[in-house]
């Protein structure tokens, strides 16, 4: 093995679905923060009631939960595409693995993108919810990327290269 090759796909699954998910849970708490932003702010401002810091844990939590099943649903989407790739190239450079899994974690994003899609549709925002859409999938894709290409990079200082 040379520096050039990419890790095998054995190596790095359990990491690439741990990151993710991972990673999945904090963009869900990120993206509830900023779609509740002045909820918290008021909340912030007018003091907290032990009631409402209940429900605000809830809230995260299921935010959370959603964040690391769409995580999971991106990294499955990523082993899906590597093997694939692993299948047909052997020896593959980290670049086009990275790349492979970025496309298959855009792939894995697209039903939770296309519910999204479903459910603000029928309020009729297709505009802001296409947008919304794109920027979840460029995220995905982002993600899966550096993802790979960070694990790809470990592996080879691992190997001494």
Request: with cysteine.
């Amino acid at each position: 093995m040379n520096a050039k090759t990419a890790a095998p796909v054995s190596s790095i699954a359990l990491r690439i679905f741990l990151i993710a998910g991972a990673a999945g849970a904090l963009f869900g708490v990120l993206a509830l923060l900023a779609l509740f932003w002045e909820v918290v702010a008021s909340g912030f401002a007018g003091g907290f009631q032990p009631g409402t810091v209940a429900a605000a844990l809830q809230f995260i939590a299921i935010a959370c939960g959603i964040g690391l099943a769409v995580g999971l649903l991106c990294a499955s989407g990523m082993y899906v595409a590597l093997e694939i790739r692993a299948v047909r190239n052997e020896g593959d450079s980290p670049a086009r693995q990275a790349a492979c899994a970025a496309l298959g974690a855009g792939i894995g994003g697209l039903l939770p993108a296309s519910i999204l899609m479903l459910i603000g549709g029928s309020e009729g925002q297709w505009g802001l919810l296409s947008l919304i859409a794109v920027g979840f999938l460029a995220v995905c894709s982002a993600a899966g990327y550096l993802i790979t290409a960070g694990l790809n990079c470990q592996h080879q200082r691992s190997m001494g290269f």
